[in-house]
């Protein structure tokens, strides 16, 4: 008998962890639709994240963010959610996603993740002389944030997406209820 598990998923963790990457790939696996939360503020504000950082700050972004979370989360049916880096910084935001469905931590060293996104000039956060002590620093402030939100943490040091994506729907296969043995 073929188990089924949770096909309402959001991916959370560090920005350049991953989740846009894998997201797509789990959603394609699991066969339901892919949301960026990101891509769907990009969307509604008319501008990129970067350009409305500049503008209004983050604290406007954040409560905008909050806002768009709580509609995605309204949405019926499966879906594979990537988060914003940020988004757990608000308690109702970690409380809205554990609602929502499984929550994966897609867990990332600073140093991997500079490695990773050192040449990428659209992530606001980012756009600092030390970009790598920033990610420090909010990896600090961040890492137990996600902790509290997610039902699993995924560590993606070295695997290949497909790699990354094949141990989510294991963790997910494990995790699912198991209907009792006809006996």
């Not at 909050?66 to 914003?84: D, H």
């Not at 956060?125 to 970009?131: D, G, H, R, S, T």
């Not at 790598?132 to 620093?137: N, Q, V, Y």
């Not at 996600?146 to 695997?159: L, M, S, V």
Request: proline share 7%; with cysteine.
């Amino acid at each position: 008998m073929p188990t089924t598990f949770p096909t309402r998923c959001a991916l959370v963790g560090m920005p350049g962890s991953g989740k846009s990457t894998v997201g797509r790939q789990l959603a394609q696996r699991l066969k339901v639709p892919f949301v960026d939360l990101d891509q769907r503020l990009e969307e509604s504000l008319g501008t990129s994240i970067r350009a409305f950082f500049a503008a209004e700050g983050e604290e406007r972004f954040r409560a905008l963010e909050a806002e768009m979370l709580a509609q995605v989360a309204q949405e019926g049916g499966g879906m594979v959610l990537s988060t914003g880096g940020g988004t757990v910084l608000r308690p109702e935001n970690r409380a809205a996603l554990r609602r929502f469905g499984t929550v994966l931590y897609l867990r990332a060293s600073p140093d991997d993740i500079f490695r990773r996104i050192r040449h990428d000039k659209t992530r606001p956060l980012l756009q600092v002389a030390n970009p790598l002590e920033r990610l420090r620093e909010l990896y600090a402030q961040r890492d137990p944030l996600y902790r509290e939100a997610a039902h699993f943490t995924i560590e993606t040091h070295r695997p290949t997406v497909a790699t990354l994506v094949h141990m989510i729907v294991m963790q997910l296969e494990l995790a699912a209820p198991h209907p009792p043995e006809a006996g």
